[in-house]
């Protein structure tokens, strides 16, 4: 059931874009964007294998290359097919083999897992690919109506979405692998951690009140950031910066894992049930925490200052129980990072990690300190259900189905993480994940009334 | 884990109400209720044979019995054991054969299960409730300390939360008998249902605006139900009665069980692995719905206008959705309810099910309506997911333990239900479920922004 | 899948029997055993409240009211409804109510078990097995036809099969209570367990060569039993004894159970996830182990020398191949069996338990030992796989499906145990278990090549 | 619980040839029957791409890719690095990588299931297969002890092994493709059937009496198939043929899967949770039975002539049911079998498929009919538990514990099927799966008493 759940979560852009209000662009910039998302894509794979690229870990993840043939899907489905008169579809098998979920309930079950999908093969998939954008630089040469102007900024969002879902799924299938091969080597590019100590975590005081949160403006957002509408807050104070592997480790080290009173109790069961010691990649190696990462396994020691990551929800809330705190709420959350810019370890950064903190944390902002890696870093879990803002309506017809149907039994997080595109998350955006879910770069950002 | 969890609510009030602020009543007040809350929980055991009390039919129910012995249990743990100098324990082994669940994980593992409380016999458990009930009176002659006479509240308040779960238990375990025997027969006491016709149901109006929730009196409250705090509310309406078995039924002609657009995602999924195909205590018989009840199965036909009970959160979504609203949130139903006298078809009423709406429904409000059924019948299911109040803190120490840790993965109702005594429950009070739930009588209040 | 089987197994004697061979007592001697045999099952629930006598602590396992009122069921159904008459069924309900398997697979799922069976109470049972026994009485006063006293002969067979189920039911639902009350005071009639030591296990040899096993006598017997056939023997050796408590605990020690040498590979898995340390009903107190028997808890050095039950085929295979050893097979043991005379620690001992073994073990027999408690004390495990013999033939119509399609992944037992009537044992019975089941009593009996 | 088991049946042979007593060839024949089985390994997966070879569609099954290295692993462990002094292991992690399940029980938990191995790529396990080869051919020039040669011969009949898994494999990532790809083209090398009909089903009578089974030659033989041992058959008669597609399908349009009567009962819960209607690779399409082949899907039109495969244990003993027959006994298949020559539609044939019948069926034997396809085609499902021969015993140490320990559950079936090489099986070849098996090339062979 989780699963199921948690792949559609995967997805649900898909369709959520699609009635998105979309500010439109100019063929002439969407040109150019079209060109540096799709490459992306392909970049990302760069350092795969065909074999790695078929490799699908767990039911959460899909297979690189299935990420890279769903999203040319996407643009044939709903762009091509529609728009560009000649167009004619690359296979005939493939607009229903790699559509993710839509119409495809009974063609593709649980079982039948997309590691099967030997055939066909990644050369085919690529053929497929250049086919696609071929057609869609045809497109971009004539008169574009408006509508396909939006679906493709659909599209490319969708695909942002995917390229950090694909870094997360290879980060897990590489894990999985005996041999715990890296997926760049510690010095191939980007920028890697620094181990300057973290800076202490300080908390930064607001007044609450009668704000608004949701999405306000013109560009692209989903239909689950709306309406944008008031929120009353109590005063309340956010930590300066995320959790570091370091403190996590001293949670551990107190018996975090053995104690209940510190999780909800549908926690301290998983807890149980999943033999839960540590955060997901952490391996105990000769006594020593080992910490899987793209660039391969560390030790703790080299990691202690960067930000903790691959917690679920129940360890985030048991550790700030620990700490004598709370998670944040996502209209706290909001209220604050609205007011901050869209920068910090986003994808573009190259490291493919969390950061060591001192660098960026607890920046003097006037007279006063603001919270650091608001965006960036690690998902951050919040303390509030994924329900619906008032006012929200599920949209009619099919393509709306698929984002409300998932406002149960998820939290929501902010914030996007070391693998998000900058250009992919805002401060009204909601991600959401079930509260056992640890296979996402999420994090911990403490609070207090 | 679901079951556990669901154990671990029934009680939660036996640690929740330590803490609670509760107002002192003077010894005599309380030695009167004491007498008639006490009273009343053997009386409602009075149609059950000892075999009958020795049912458990699901694992979120309890025997009759064990319900009988736990709240003496209560009142010698907690008051006679610490504030009855002389008091002698009635047996060595009740104080942890009749725990809930404090100190005993270890001892009572989900598969020993209570139905397997042959011994100690009903008789026994008999004569253990009149040594705490005798203790109690003695206690009660002489000065008798703040604590205790607060925790003489909480035990009471205690007592009737298990009434309440009593019924609700027996239901499930006569209905899970083959022979479906009733509780009560038709005409036996309280007041049976009549069968006029439902009144339309209409949607009365709030502006919303700043309001206040949460408790705010000097009386009992739980933990869970403070700090009373500000909240935005857009403007909203609220249905003036709740959904009948009658409409109910339409939706499932409606083919509302097999049409996954109206589900969410988690929802759709349970109906079909649990083959749902109408609400709990709903069988087909003879191509007729057939609906049991407490003083036996009826057909649809003449419950038809009474309030569809015993639906789970996913159904009562499914429904909202199907008929074009949505369910009411917490804060809203309780700016509505703070207003209005806690009077309704409680357990006092005796009907021990949900009752014909016209003759209570949609009374006049000054030149306006107001909503009806808003205590009693059902626990109205919200909106709302269960999370802590801004400020809420779990106490310190083993006690504050257990109210906290359920807030995860679980709905909030609102309003007590038919079998629910009338002082047990108030505007503020918050009961939650897995949403998944059905055993309890649980129902539909419809709103729309 | 396994729950359903072994229910199934516990009742196939109702099926089974009818189309077996059984000669054909006189009415006279027919009345005066159908009277003895009724008694006894009665007299078996006499240290029983009716709330023991409604618990039903494990699948496998059915509530003791249940079996009173099957075994009427029994003769109400195949008897007096058909050879009587004038005779009215007592209840119309009870000839679905209390038909254990035969049509009742959509009336009776799993999940609602005979533990929600507090109606009828057990005083209308007790009316209902009088009204039978009154009728069975006017049955047998006039001329018999030779059917109805063969199905009287199967009923009675029937119900001793279901006196000894009782037992095994009981001796569960008393351990699984938190009190572990016994069933009989320790020197409440027959004769309790000496404290004797063992002699020591010898091996018998035996020569072999072709046999010949299968029921072959003109009494009552099942239709697994036939047809009788010759099997070819390798010489093999056979234990003189049973394994006893202490020899078993000697395999524990050895870390028995924390070693996969000595288990089949299915057997490993069962150890692993049902976390067993010992046989069933074997508990650490404060170091020492206890063993719970229907006269109560007891210790191990109390119960050494008695041989070890409730062992799985599992337990009893891995102890053979720790101690070098291998199981008998069930011709090789039937070869024996049949020359001894039916004799031993049954239920009609009283003991209730198994016995110490020295006053009986390896008895002379002319120049030469012969294997002791091959009747009575443990069912015993044989290396042999439940198959039909050659030949078998499943008999037409319903009636005959019910002994053939239990022959798969079941191993069969020999010999009875301390709770089987003497008269319903014989040396060609064949019971058979799956290779899991523990709550028989069934024990070890060595052999090797 | 099954798929560990049935993992390791798979590759049983790896440790049970290790004691087998084999024949010693000499150094010259057994170079040349080396490199013919290790070239058909490779020959084996020319149709296979690499991304085909990492598919592990069902727990049952591994990749292509691994069978071709784990092949490779078990020369270099158990004879290269004993026996070649100066040899160098390929790849330091490869010994415990590609070690199938000996040591390896806490390194390759079911979870992190075999398809991830995406690294090491085919390409380095083709080096590391030529390493190993090159290494035995500088063994193979030298004075080679009798221990190695002996080694080699069970090195080699671990390889057949592994072919015919490696192509059950790969009909099964095939199938689960979406796509259906066939392995090989229609017309691709091999014999392809032939449609026309099948000769009618003869029975064909044997006397039975004291026969001899079990290996007694000087070849190789597993130690499960020894000790040689008499076993007293009594008369009975074989089916002269395999039943056929279009035989099984009157079974299935007579309602057999839906008609409780025909099955075991742990099979016939096993239908309904499967929700089996036919063979494992039929498929309804278009109203039409469509069954895949190693050719693609084919029609059952097609098909009706050839034998059926892939059916359970269950599903074969339905269907003797159905045919008022029985399943053959071990015994009474082997005394069949020893008389005639190992021939028939085995991997030599290169139909990858079952055949039409009518060719090479009842053929005349002197004056009357024998059996025909005792061996090819499908292994037969016998009516036998697969056990330990009298006299059996599991050899010391740890290589020993891996025949007998799957011992518990399993039903023996005989005689090799159209994807097994004709040197691989003889008449004493016992094979075994847990009775819902379906994967395998499995049929049904008819008897009678």
């Not at 960026?360 to 919040?382: A, I, L």
Request: include cysteine; glycine fraction near 8%; charged fraction near 25%.
């Amino acid at each position: 059931m989780t699963v199921r759940k948690i792949q559609k979560e995967n997805c649900r852009g898909v369709y959520g874009e699609i009635m998105a209000t979309a500010a439109l662009s100019t063929s002439i910039e969407l040109r150019e964007r079209y060109r540096l998302v799709r490459q992306r894509s392909l970049k990302l794979c760069e350092p795969l294998t065909p074999e790695d690229m078929m490799v699908q870990s767990c039911p959460e993840a899909s297979p690189a290359k299935w990420h890279i043939a769903h999203t040319s899907w996407f643009f044939e489905s709903f762009l091509l097919s529609e728009f560009l008169p000649e167009y004619e579809v690359f296979d005939k098998d493939f607009p229903w083999l790699f559509n993710s979920y839509y119409q495809s309930f009974a063609e593709f079950p649980d079982k039948r897992l997309r590691a099967s999908f030997s055939r066909p093969a990644l050369g085919e998939i690529l053929r497929y690919r250049r086919h696609v954008d071929d057609a869609l630089a045809r497109l971009l040469e004539g008169e574009v109506p408006e509508e396909a102007l939006r679906r493709i900024e659909l599209g490319l969002n969708h695909e942002e979405q995917h390229q950090e879902l694909l870094l997360t799924d290879v980060k897990h299938a590489l894990f999985t692998n005996p041999l715990q091969p890296a997926y760049l080597a510690e010095d191939a590019g980007g920028q890697v951690e620094t181990e300057a100590g973290a800076d202490p975590m300080r908390f930064v005081s607001y007044e609450g009140g009668l704000v608004e949160i949701g999405y306000s403006g013109e560009e692209f957002s989903f239909d689950n950031e709306r309406p944008r509408h008031r929120v009353w807050l109590e005063p309340f104070k956010i930590a300066s910066r995320l959790v570091t592997c370091g403190e996590f480790a001293e949670f551990i080290a107190d018996g975090g894992y053995s104690r209940p009173e510190f999780w909800l109790s549908v926690g301290w069961t998983t807890v149980q049930e999943q033999k839960w010691e540590a955060p997901l990649y952490w391996r105990k190696v000769n006594g020593e925490w080992s910490i899987f990462t793209l660039r391969g396994a560390k030790t703790l020691a080299a990691l202690k200052d960067t930000s903790v990551a691959h917690v679920s929800y129940f360890e985030a809330d048991a550790y700030a129980h620990w700490a004598g705190r709370r998670l944040v709420t996502e209209a706290e959350w909001e209220s604050v990072a609205a007011k901050l810019p869209v920068e910090g370890n986003l994808l573009e950064s190259g490291r493919l990690g969390t950061t060591s903190s001192p660098e960026q944390v607890v920046s003097k902002d006037g007279d006063g300190y603001r919270p650091s890696q608001m965006f960036g870093d690690c998902w951050e879990w919040t303390g509030s259900a994924y329900l619906g803002y008032p006012g929200f309506q599920p949209l009619a017809g099919s393509l709306g189905e698929y984002n409300g149907k998932f406002m149960s039994g998820q939290m929501v997080l902010r914030g996007g993480s070391c693998v998000t595109p900058t250009e992919h998350v805002r401060a009204s955006y909601r991600n959401f994940f079930s509260p056992e879910t640890r296979w996402q770069f999420s994090g911990i950002r403490l609070a207090s009334s």
